[in-house]
């Protein structure tokens, strides 16, 4: 299994990224996907998930409105649209799947990618 995010970059507040994360290893338009971050000193934090199809998603209420997640299973990638940045999204983001899905927040990961830098600064 193989998760690999891109797109991270630093930004200023305000403005927009496209995260990234290629998938294999496994049947990817069978799994829920989650994004999770991680800034600096702080424990790693839910942020959103796409059911497998992409018919639902669901968000942390600091994101809602401002962030977009959604999926391409011909391509085997899950993509994060994040706009208005806020300082505080400055953080390692990482794309997971989900080995079971009871409801937001998410809890129950499987794999992991490595993470993309995201820093939002002037």
């Known amino acids: 299994v193989q998760l690999v995010e891109s797109g991270g970059a630093l930004v200023q507040p305000g403005g927009s990224l496209r995260l990234s994360c290629a998938a294999s290893?496994?049947?990817?338009?069978?799994?829920?996907m989650s994004w999770v971050r991680q800034a600096p000193g702080k424990d790693r934090e839910w942020v959103s998930t796409?059911?497998?199809?992409?018919?639902?998603?669901y968000y942390a209420e600091f994101v809602k409105g401002r962030f977009t997640i959604s999926r391409d299973n011909a391509k085997n990638t899950v993509y994060l649209q994040m706009n208005s940045l806020k300082s505080e999204d400055t953080a390692l983001y990482y794309c997971?799947?989900?080995?079971?899905?009871?409801?937001?927040?998410?809890?129950?990961?499987?794999?992991w990618g490595q993470g993309t830098q995201v820093t939002v600064s002037s």
């Open positions: 290893g496994f049947t990817f338009s069978n799994s829920y």
């Open positions: 997971a799947t989900n080995t079971i899905w009871r409801g937001p927040p998410a809890r129950d990961f499987g794999y």
């Open positions: 796409i059911r497998y199809d992409g018919s639902n998603t």
